[in-house]
């Protein structure tokens, strides 16, 4: 700095106001344009880890998100970091296995890192006691599964999506309806589910348990679900998957038993996943706003880093239904 201020003929308090700002606006002085000039010159680059000695702030946050690969959370990850670094923050990302002691070992990895808060996106529930025996010492955001952990959570509003699909099926007049959850420890498949269980309870239908399976959420995961709903002589009319992922595993067993879509088989997923629309028949699917999820948990956790809101209220995005070919029109 003090460098640039001899070329730049300022006081070295000018080089580091100006270099504290972000990047040069309209309307800056002719001296702060020639320290940005000198500084580009010299190959000036800030010393974060300097700077956090001063502010006790690395301008670095944490993000563990098991399942990277899933198209969901790649999109989520994607919307936090572009928030992240649109206000100077960089993210260091840890992918661990879908497993809790993997979890434990990634967070505790990167608070180490001296990270100043913690993005948090596939807990398992119930996480209260993971959390608190964690004893992070930063704040922390849970993103798309809130886990029932207690910490601030951002994620889509996945128990009106369950919703509106159970409203949909009801709609175009099926009736033999069945359901596939996620793994129980999800709160996104189990919240998805709850909601597509209470809009059928509504309306005085109620699913039987053995027309509810639990699975991956994943392709396999939606074939083995397949194998045991549609292998049956009571057979659904129509199944909601609490992801797309899902729904295309049991698109393909319902094609090898040789069942027409819509009219034989209805079929809902959940999330929109690119390929959803483009199959051979489209998929009706509820969207949920990956990228946006991941803005808003940066939102949640820097209020909660620079103390302007330390106990921020969960945001709960609204979701909307695609409707497409894979559930027939409504009855005439």
């Known amino acids: 700095m003090k460098e640039i201020a001899e070329r730049a003929g300022v006081h070295v308090s000018t080089v580091s106001r100006v270099l504290r700002q972000s990047e040069p606006v309209d309307g800056w002085s002719a001296a702060a344009q020639r320290v940005r000039e000198v500084a580009g010159e010299l190959g000036y680059r800030p010393n974060l880890w300097a700077a956090s000695l001063r502010t006790r702030r690395t301008t670095t946050i944490g993000a563990v998100m098991p399942r990277l690969t899933d198209g969901v959370v790649a999109t989520i990850y994607q919307g936090l970091e572009e928030a992240a670094r649109a206000v100077g923050y960089s993210v260091l990302l840890s992918s661990p296995p879908d497993d809790l002691a993997e979890q434990r070992a990634a967070i505790e990895l990167l608070a180490g890192r001296q990270v100043d808060g913690l993005l948090l996106s596939s807990l398992h529930s119930p996480a209260t006691d993971f959390v608190d025996h964690l004893a992070l010492g930063v704040p922390a955001v849970a993103l798309n599964r809130h886990a029932d ?111 027409s879509i819509p009219d034989d088989l209805g079929l809902i997923g959940y999330n929109d996943i690119p390929v959803a629309g483009q199959l051979p028949v489209p998929l009706t699917t509820v969207i949920t706003p990956a990228h946006e999820i991941g803005e808003a948990g940066v939102r949640l956790l820097l209020g909660m880093i620079s103390g302007t809101d330390p106990e921020p209220d969960d945001v709960r995005l609204p979701v909307e239904l695609a409707v497409r070919g894979s559930t027939r029109r409504s009855p005439q």
Do not use: K, N
């Open 149 to 259: 952990s207690g910490l601030p959570f951002a994620g889509g509003d996945d128990y009106a999506g369950g919703r509106l699909a159970g409203q949909h099926l009801l709609d175009r007049g099926y009736q033999r309806i069945a359901a596939v959850g996620g793994p129980l420890f999800a709160t996104t498949g189990s919240d998805r589910l709850a909601g597509f269980l209470d809009a059928l309870s509504s309306a005085g239908i109620e699913v039987p348990t053995d027309r509810i399976a639990h699975a991956r959420m994943d392709v396999q995961g939606g074939i083995d679900a397949a194998r045991t709903l549609l292998a049956r002589d009571d057979r659904p009319d129509a199944v909601f998957c609490v992801s797309d992922t899902m729904a295309i595993g049991l698109l393909g067993v319902a094609r090898d038993l040789g069942l």
